[in-house]
């Protein structure tokens, strides 16, 4: 693997779920493969799982980890091509990627969607310059559409915590006082859809997802209805794509609670955090016997040290 940026980018979805167990049952068998590697994390937007679980599992391989947030601690950078430089960014990404490339051995990058305008957000335009400029593997940690890190961990939650072999996972959108980006659930879909679980997906209407990224994927509006059956529901919040970055509802009748639980088959409660409680999900959800939010995000870990594996392993 040269890249981390879509699920695209791994050759074997099977054996990738199997690399994570492997890691999960010795972390640190794969030391020999990070000694004396650098692992540069660049964050342009907030994290606390994404930041810390890579580290960790760079660490794990025996990496050595730099961390920059970008907004408090470097130059401003300007991240638009052909610009007049003539504003408050003084350096442009164009030599500052190369320039964090010749320190290190693989980048993460997490830029997050600005909700300025719908093109920019999904040409990737941050993240696909650290491609094309850096010179060595760029590690996506949540870019303007996708969140591969995210669901990777989310993916191999499901494998284990699942009671059947094609197990029925809801994704639901859930109400929220700011506009969320579209990377997390637009991911999520498409990991799922390369699985062969029965996937559906939950929301009012106009929040429809990019059709790139749902395809046929079924849309069921009654979120109760979707509800029935479920062994996994998959909460998230975003603003919607076709009135781009817009909220259009609040509404509260969409919080997870127990009674639309009990719905479910048992359904284990994800969520990639953080998360808002009794505006998201409730109390008694989230410390009920449903809720596997921990545990999903223990395995960011596992899954950000598959990827710099397969990525150190492609770079010997
Ligand atoms: N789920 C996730 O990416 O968490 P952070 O934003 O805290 O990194």
């Known amino acids: 693997m040269k890249n981390f940026t879509s ?19 010795n972390r640190f068998a794969y030391q020999h493969l990070g000694k004396n590697k650098t692992m540069v994390l660049i964050f342009f937007n907030s994290s606390l ?11 794990n391989l025996g990496m050595n980890t730099m961390v920059m947030n970008v907004n408090e601690d470097g130059w401003q950078l300007e991240s638009e091509l052909g610009v007049i430089m ?10 500052a990627i190369p320039v964090i490339g010749k320190y290190c051995d693989v980048i993460g ?9 719908k093109e920019d957000d999904y040409a990737e335009n941050i993240l696909n310059q650290f491609v094309e ?13 996708r969140h591969p890190l995210q669901s990777y961990a989310d993916l191999v939650t499901i494998e284990e915590f699942k009671t059947k072999e094609r197990p029925k996972v809801v994704m639901t959108w859930a109400p929220h006082p700011r506009a969320l980006p579209q990377a997390v659930p637009n991911s999520f879909v498409e990991w799922m859809r390369e699985t062969d679980y029965e996937l559906v997906v939950t929301h ?6 990019a059709p790139q990224f749902m395809g046929d994927v079924k849309v069921e509006y009654d979120q109760n209805k979707a509800f029935e059956g479920a062994d996994f529901i998959y909460a998230k919040n975003w603003a919607s794509y ?29 969520h990639c955090l953080p998360v808002r409680r009794n505006v998201v999900v409730t109390d008694g959800v989230l410390d009920g016997p449903w809720s596997v939010v921990v545990e999903q995000a223990a395995n960011r870990e596992i899954t950000a040290q598959a990827v710099l594996k397969m ?3 492609q770079a010997q």
């Open 7 to 25: 699920v695209k980018d791994i050759p074997d979805l099977k054996k990738a779920v199997e690399t994570a167990f492997e890691i999960k049952k």
């Open 49 to 59: 799982r994404t930041r810390l679980s890579t580290q960790k599992a760079a660490m």
């Open 86 to 95: 003539d504003g408050d960014k003084p350096e442009h990404l164009k030599e």
């Open 109 to 117: 990058v997490r830029a997050f969607a600005k909700y300025q305008n």
């Open 133 to 145: 400029y850096a010179g060595v593997p760029i590690v996506s940690m949540e870019g303007a559409t």
């Open 204 to 209: 009012p209407e106009g929040y429809e997802l």
């Open 242 to 270: 076709s009135s781009y970055g817009k909220i259009l509802s609040k509404d509260f009748g969409w919080t997870v609670n127990e009674e639309k639980m009990k719905l479910t088959n048992n359904a284990k409660f994800m």
């Open 311 to 313: 990525i150190l392993e």
